[in-house]
Structures are given as structure tokens and as C-alpha cells.
């Protein structure tokens, strides 16, 4: 639509872990002359970054554009993004920044004196309740730009768990593996088999340009209207338009069945459960066990095992994400409700977060497709012979399986009296059976 896009994009380059971002003496300039809005997305979304990193990323790099920004002459918004899950120690969440005991500043400064493995240590301490550094440090990153509401026109949206576009640029628009892509795309090329979660729990997933619109239309009106105090919006699906991980599960499944990935490894076939047991022993029998025989058969074809590595990252992975994915949160959403009311039609239409028009079904498979084709680059021409694969891989299953219950059973005949008695038994019924349907059949001629 526009080919000369990249004319009106500055790119500035910038690191945030450095003094004054790094960002060069000319840019500072030409950022404090020009700029109208800051959007401050960059963060580590890490879950596993060590505390003092996720500080320096997400809390004191969030101070220090907050102190370039008062440098801005013609700053009309700031607009912080956080994440939905910034207070997922509490069940319903309000469109207000809730107080942490402790206060960002003193804790930057009582880290800086502490060598890593001190700072690994009172980690689990300072985090609490919440799950992980990421989330803490969101949260700290909420205080941080409350703290600069009072000199700066500001705002803060809380996405969920962002997921592959609605519509725009098109529909399942995704480029990383981050959030539920990852597992999507394990579960399609069958190597995830199970996962924690809980059926009934609303999967709170956001497509990525409803987060956008929503932000730009915050932007506008936190510029134009300019608000007596930062206001938040909690930018989610569940309280509106409820999906749940059960459905998701099957949408998923049912998508790459008829759109399968390439090479799979196995037929798609997960299933999420929330009992620790159940998914312990589908963790052996569908993880570890096939891992093993795959790494063994590379091992004597003469090549490196690799299988049981995949395995231990993609249990690393879905271990950091089930908190998240076993349980529902409630978010208010009154800012969202009171920004929509507040666009003409066309601007609604234009900047459309209207969650309510949402058909998951539709959605979730354009977002499978989507991670097929713009995550892993994969040909829709190829999917013919993906699905050859697939028939291949059932037929290489219904005969290992039954390999696998003769050889169980000639075990059982060969040591065990009453296993043979059964096995006669049976048989001989069959037999009884079939000679009672020829006789009859014979008769009715
Ligand atoms: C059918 C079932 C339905 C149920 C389905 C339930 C879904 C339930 C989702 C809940 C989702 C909550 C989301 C909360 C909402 C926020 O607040 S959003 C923030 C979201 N943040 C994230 O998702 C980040 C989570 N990821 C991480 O923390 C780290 O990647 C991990 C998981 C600790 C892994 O760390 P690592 O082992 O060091 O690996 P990492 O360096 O990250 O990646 C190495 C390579 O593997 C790739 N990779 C990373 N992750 C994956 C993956 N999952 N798969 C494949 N490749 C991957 C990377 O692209 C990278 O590739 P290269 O660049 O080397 O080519
Ligand atoms: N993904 C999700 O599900 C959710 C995300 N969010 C929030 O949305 C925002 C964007 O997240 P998302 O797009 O998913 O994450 P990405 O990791 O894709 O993007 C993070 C951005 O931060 C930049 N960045 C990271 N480290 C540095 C650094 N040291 N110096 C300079 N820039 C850096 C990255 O730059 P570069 O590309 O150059 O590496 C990248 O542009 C974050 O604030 C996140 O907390 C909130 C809720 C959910």
C-alpha cells in the first residue's frame, strides 16, 4: 500500500542495558525536539533471565526513557506496555497499579553490591507469589512509571498472552516461537504429546493487532484528552469473549490433522491434563520412551542422538509456561469499554480491538496455519505430502503396536498356565462363534 513506508520510519539504535540507553548525542536531540508519543515496548519476556538482568531491562531502562521523555519538548503521551500477568498473584485484576512492599529504587540499589549467586538466592524471596522474574519485574516497571505520572501524560497497557494476528497485516500473521506458538507448533509436529493445563481455564490469548490498535488508540487519547492520572488498560479476551485451553487443545489438533507440518516426528495427537500423575506417566510414555528408541535408532545408523535434548528444553519450556495455562484470572476491563466509546465509527473500524467479533475457532486455525508458514516457512503445496507422511507414520504405529502385543503375549503363553488357558479359551470361542454364523448363514439359503 504505501512503498515508500521506510521514508517516514528513524530507526534509533539503542541498548537498554547501558548508561543513558546508549543513545547517540545526535539522537537525543533529535528525539527531545520531534517526538509527540513514546511507546515503550522493549523488555526482556524472558521467564528464566536472572533477577538482576530483568531489572536493568525492565525496570531501570523503563526509568531512564521515563527521564529522557521529560526531556521531550513536544510529548504529548507516554505509553508503557506491561503484561496482564504484572499482578498474577491475585485473581481479579483491576485496571489500577497495585503497591509492591517494596520500592524500586532501594532494590536496584541493594542488588547492585550482590554478586550473582547471592542475587539467585533471595530471588525466590523477592518474587513471592508470582511465578517468575519476568512478571515481578513488570510490575516493578508499573511503580516505576507511577512514580512519573505526575510530571509526564501517561498510560499503561497490560496485554495477556499475545498471539498470531486477527487480521492485520493478514490473519495468522506470527513470527516466534514465544507464548503458546511454540507449544502449537510442538504439539503439530507431534512431538509434544502432553502438557499441564487445565481444560476449563480460559486460555486468555490476544491477537498481536488488537494489542496494537488498542495502544495507538490509547495513545490518542491519552495525548488529546490527556487523563488527570495514568490510566490502565487491561488489554484481555477472557472477561469478553471467553475461550478455554480444552477448546484450544482441540482446535489445535484438529487444524494441523488437516493441515499437517512437515517432517513430523509423530501424528498430532496432544492431550492437556491437570493431574500431576497422569501427565508424569504420558511424560514417559510419549516423551522419554519414543525419545530413547528415535536416539537409539541414530545412534546405530551412526549419527548423533539428539531426540532426549529436544525433550528436556520442550519439558523446560512447557514447565514455565503451565502456571499460566492451569488456572483463570479475572481482569477488568472498564478503560477498554470507556476507549471504545470514545472513537467515532469509522476510528472503531480503523482501530478495531472489539474482541467481541472474535470466531476462536477461525482464529485458531489461521494461527496454526500462520506458525506453519511464517514461523517455520513451510510451503501450504507441501501438505499433500504431509499428510503421506502422516499415513506413513499411523501405519509405522499400528504395526509397532502390534508387534509389541504379540511379542507381550507369547511372553505371557510361554510362562503362564492361565494365560494359555485364557488363549484356548478364546480361541476356541471364536471358533464356536464362526461355525455357528456359516451354519446359520447355510440355512437361510
Ligand atoms: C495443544 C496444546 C494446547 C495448550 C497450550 C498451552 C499453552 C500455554 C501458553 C501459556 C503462555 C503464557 C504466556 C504468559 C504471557 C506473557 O506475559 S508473555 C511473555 C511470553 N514470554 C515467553 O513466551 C517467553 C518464554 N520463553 C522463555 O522464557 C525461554 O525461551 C525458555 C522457554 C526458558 C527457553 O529458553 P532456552 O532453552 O534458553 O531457549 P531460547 O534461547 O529461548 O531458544 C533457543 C532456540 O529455540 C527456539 N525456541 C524457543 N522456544 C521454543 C519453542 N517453544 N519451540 C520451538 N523452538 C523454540 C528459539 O527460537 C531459539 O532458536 P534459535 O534462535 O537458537 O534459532
Ligand atoms: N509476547 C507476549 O505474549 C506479551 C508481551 N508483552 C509485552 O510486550 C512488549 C513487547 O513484547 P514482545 O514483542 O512479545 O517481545 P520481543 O522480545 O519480541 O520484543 C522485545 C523488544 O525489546 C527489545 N530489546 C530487548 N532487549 C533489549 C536491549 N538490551 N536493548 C535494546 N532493546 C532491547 C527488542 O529489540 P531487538 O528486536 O533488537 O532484540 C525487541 O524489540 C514487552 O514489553 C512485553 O513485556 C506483554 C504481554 C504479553
Not at 508503557?80 to 499482578?87: E, P, R
Amino acid at each position: 500500500d504505501n512503498p515508500d513506508f521506510h521514508q517516514k520510519i528513524i530507526p534509533i539504535s539503542s541498548e537498554l542495558t547501558q548508561p543513558g540507553l546508549a543513545i547517540s548525542p545526535e539522537d537525543v536531540q533529535t528525539l527531545t525536539s520531534c517526538i509527540n508519543i513514546v511507546f515503550h515496548c522493549a523488555a526482556t519476556i524472558r521467564f528464566d533471565e536472572p533477577l538482576k538482568h530483568a531489572l536493568q531491562l525492565n525496570v531501570m531502562a523503563t526509568q531512564q526513557l521515563l527521564s529522557l521523555a521529560q526531556q521531550m519538548q513536544q510529548l504529548q503521551a507516554f505509553i508503557h506496555i506491561s503484561t496482564a500477568y504484572a499482578n498474577c498473584n491475585r485473581r481479579h485484576i483491576d485496571e489500577v497499579i497495585y503497591p509492591l512492599p517494596v520500592e524500586p529504587k532501594k532494590l536496584i540499589d541493594s542488588l547492585e553490591w550482590m554478586d550473582d549467586s547471592m542475587v539467585r538466592d533471595i530471588t525466590p524471596h523477592l518474587i513471592g507469589d508470582r511465578p517468575n522474574t519476568y512478571t515481578y519485574t513488570k510490575a516493578l516497571a508499573e511503580c516505576v512509571v507511577q512514580q512519573e505520572s505526575g510530571r509526564l501524560n501517561m498510560a499503561i497497557i497490560r496485554p495477556s498472552i499475545v498471539g498470531a494476528s486477527w487480521q492485520e497485516p493478514f490473519p495468522g500473521w506470527i513470527d516466534n516461537f514465544n507464548g503458546p506458538s511454540g507449544v502449537f507448533i510442538a504439539a503439530g509436529k507431534g512431538i509434544l504429546r502432553t502438557m499441564r493445563a487445565s481444560n476449563d481455564a480460559v486460555a486468555d490469548l490476544i491477537p498481536v493487532d488488537v494489542v496494537i490498535n488498542l495502544t495507538l488508540a490509547a495513545g490518542w487519547y491519552t495525548a488529546v484528552h490527556r487523563p488527570k492520572s495514568a490510566l490502565v488498560y487491561n488489554c484481555t479476551t477472557g472477561g469478553i469473549n471467553p475461550f478455554h485451553w480444552g477448546e484450544i487443545e482441540h482446535h489445535v489438533m484438529s487444524t494441523f490433522k488437516r493441515n499437517p507440518l512437515e517432517q513430523a516426528f509423530r501424528r498430532p495427537n496432544a492431550n492437556i491434563t491437570s493431574s500431576y500423575l497422569i501427565y508424569q506417566y504420558w511424560i514417559l510414555v510419549s516423551h522419554k520412551f519414543p525419545a530413547l528408541l528415535y536416539d537409539l535408532f541414530l545412534r546405530l545408523s551412526g549419527q548423533k542422538p539428539q531426540m532426549m535434548r529436544i525433550f528436556n528444553r520442550l519439558h523446560k519450556a512447557i514447565g514455565l509456561l503451565e502456571y499460566f495455562s492451569s488456572q483463570d484470572w479475572e481482569w477488568n476491563s472498564d478503560n477498554i469499554n470507556m476507549l471504545m466509546n470514545q472513537l467515532s465509527a469509522e476510528d472503531r473500524r480503523t482501530f478495531n480491538f472489539d474482541v467481541r467479533q472474535l470466531n476462536w475457532p477461525e482464529y485458531i486455525e489461521n494461527y496454526c496455519i500462520g506458525t506453519k508458514k511464517y514461523v517455520l516457512n513451510e510451503d501450504m503445496s507441501d501438505i499433500p505430502a504431509a499428510r503421506q507422511h502422516l499415513r506413513k507414520l499411523r501405519n509405522i504405529r499400528y504395526t509397532f503396536n502390534t508387534v509389541l502385543l504379540v511379542f507381550i503375549w507369547r511372553v505371557f503363553i510361554a510362562r503362564s498356565q492361565m494365560a494359555r488357558n485364557i488363549w484356548y479359551f478364546v480361541v476356541s470361542l471364536c471358533y464356536k462363534f464362526l461355525s455357528y454364523f456359516r451354519a446359520s448363514s447355510t440355512l437361510t439359503q
